[in-house]
Nanobody
Framework: QVQLVESGPGLVRPSQTLSLTCIVS??????????WNWIRQPPGKGLEWMGAIDYSGSTYYSSSLKSRASISRDTSKNVFTLQLSSVTPEDTTVYYCARDPAGRYEYDYWGQGTQVTVSS
């Protein structure tokens, strides 16, 4: 059974960098042709795709976040991470990691989500 678990700080100060990790079990993040995604849901809004890293290590970003987001991975630990710089209170929301089997923005496994609050 594939499981994804997000971890990270619940509270981040404005202007700092948010760092989240998605721990994957039950499958390898290098398995063809999986894409491993970060998605968030701002309050009162729909899901927002932030970016992804695929089985080969290639990364993809939302155009609106590309200047602030960075996704990386550690294949030895089977995890991938999101770093979001220069956060503001508008980045306060629940963050999810999710698996897309073929890079088609269709997700078959999700983490439970982690709440991040940006506040001084």
């Amino acid at each position: 059974q594939v499981q994804l678990v997000e971890s990270g700080p619940g509270l981040v100060r404005p202007s700092q960098t948010l760092s989240l990790t998605c721990i994957v079990s039950g499958d390898s993040i290098t398995t063809r042709y999986y894409h491993w995604n970060w998605i968030r849901q701002p309050p009162g809004k729909g899901l927002e795709w932030m970016g992804a890293i695929d089985y080969s290590g290639s990364t993809y970003y939302s155009s609106s976040l590309k200047s602030r987001a960075s996704i990386s991975r550690d294949t030895s630990k089977n995890v991938f991470t999101l770093q979001l710089s220069s956060v503001t209170p508008e980045d306060t929301t629940v963050y999810y990691c999710a698996r897309d089997p073929a890079g088609r923005y269709e997700y078959d496994y999700w983490g439970q989500g982690t709440q991040v609050t940006v506040s001084s």
